[in-house]
């Protein structure tokens, strides 16, 4: 009788244990490499600025007249000086003077890896290595400042931290 008491009672514990250690939540489960921040929508307030509608047209800022524009306020563009040297492409695309950034790495075959893929797409990417040995890829190269940031609002679904680079 003993024994059985014993074991009546190691079991009611054994069941206790395992039935109040199950949650009652779902965990979703994320997979390996998955980016939680492109997932995450983002919500600006939008406001009224009055500015003059522009259009672009061969890398000449045309504007249309004074009228009220409802933009969305977005997060502040970052905008570099920094003194770079070109690694791979074109050199004629350092005489300009406002370059959109599109990825940093620290390894330069991360960075060739990036370039390829661009250029496969028909853009004219290029690598210049930075003083810190930075490798920054360049998707476009302008000598007007508010058309590099055009560049980055065209580009901003895919690549949402371009910034803008200067040659110090």
Known sequence: MNKT???TLALAVVMLAVSSCKTKQKIAEIPA???????????TP???VTTPPVTYNDDKVVTN???????EVKEPEVTRNENFSLVDGDKDALTYKYYVVVGSFT?????KGLQTSLINEGN??????????????????FNDYNLAHARIR??????PDAWVLVQK
């Not at 490499?33 to 919500?43: D, F, M, S, Y």
């Not at 007249?65 to 933009?71: M, Q, R, S």
């Not at 990417?125 to 930075?130: E, G, K, M, P, S």
């Open 65 to 71: 007249g004074d009228k009220a524009v409802t933009n």
């Open 5 to 7: 008491i014993r074991l």
């Open 124 to 141: 004219k990417a290029i690598i210049v290595i930075n003083e810190k040995s930075m490798y920054r890829v360049l998707i476009s190269s």
């Open 46 to 48: 939008k406001t009224t």
């Open 154 to 159: 065209e580009i901003s679904n895919r690549f």
């Open 107 to 111: 390894k330069q075959t991360n960075a």
């Open 33 to 43: 490499g998955a980016n939680i921040e492109a997932t995450t929508p983002k919500t």
